[in-house]
């Protein structure tokens, strides 16, 4: 891991740049700012996320968990990808981390209704946000294998993690969480064991298209390989943000 932190981590200063990522308004304007920085880009990490909120709209009307979960890293990712292309090389490609979560095993991705206005649950949008994140890992690796640009895409399976994603559980359910989740769950810095480990790890350089958890390449969901599903969902992705299909 020194190795590749080496090639990555010259500078260590952290700036912060506001990004609303339930506004493709605030995704754009983030992505103008820091493309004016004039830096190189060699790791994304598209961590941010909801959970089993009640049913809410983004300003650009998508379901929350669709617009914050899902399609606010599609259209991040796809703004920045030129930067990441021109940034990696052959022995030290940039790297896109991708989280999911082991909900996308239960996910169903239903095209017809991706708002979920039809019937709506908490728990179907988020597991649905969960699996369009692992579909799109495999279909952008696929573009950029092909492509032969030096950047690799890789999802990320945390665990459960002890943090305030939990907060819109149900008030008896959070009051019997709190024991088991001194037991059962992983601290913050643990579940980032994983994300660290693919933005970073030496033995992860140059492989992509993997789904894993608790830093071993793990088999995702059967859906999720489904390659037709994969590229209707991108096509339909790049509809909603407003982006020309690459």
Not at 111 to 121: A, G, H
Not at 210 to 224: F, V, W
């Amino acid at each position: 891991m020194d190795t590749v932190a080496q090639c990555y981590l010259n500078n260590r200063t952290a700036e912060f740049i506001f990004l609303n990522l339930a506004s493709l308004k605030s995704v754009r304007q983030f992505v103008q700012t820091f493309k004016a920085r004039g830096l190189p880009l060699h790791v994304l990490v598209n961590n941010a996320g909801i959970m089993l909120v009640p049913e809410k709209l983004t300003e650009e009307g998508f379901e929350l968990h669709l617009g914050l979960n899902y399609l606010g890293h599609f259209l991040l990712t796809n703004l920045l990808l030129d930067m990441l292309k021109r940034s990696g090389q052959q022995g030290c490609c940039s790297r896109i981390v991708i989280m999911s979560s082991a909900t996308h095993y239960g996910g169903v991705v239903n095209m017809d209704d991706l708002n979920r206005r039809i019937c709506y649950s908490s728990h179907g949008a988020y597991s649905q946000s969960k699996l369009a994140l692992v579909l799109f890992t495999y279909h952008l690796q696929e573009q950029l294998t092909a492509g032969g640009f030096p950047v690799t895409v890789n999802a990320v399976d945390p665990g459960m993690v002890d943090t305030a994603l939990y907060n819109n559980l149900w008030s008896l359910t959070q009051a019997l969480k709190k024991p088991v989740a001194r037991i059962l769950f992983r601290t913050p810095a643990e579940g980032a064991s994983t994300t660290v480990y693919a933005a970073a790890a030496s033995e992860m350089e140059g492989v992509g298209g993997c789904y894993l958890y608790n830093g071993l390449k793990t088999q995702s969901s059967g859906s999720s390989y489904d390659s037709e599903l994969q590229a209707e969902l991108w096509k339909k992705s790049c509809e909603l943000v407003g982006l020309q299909e690459a």
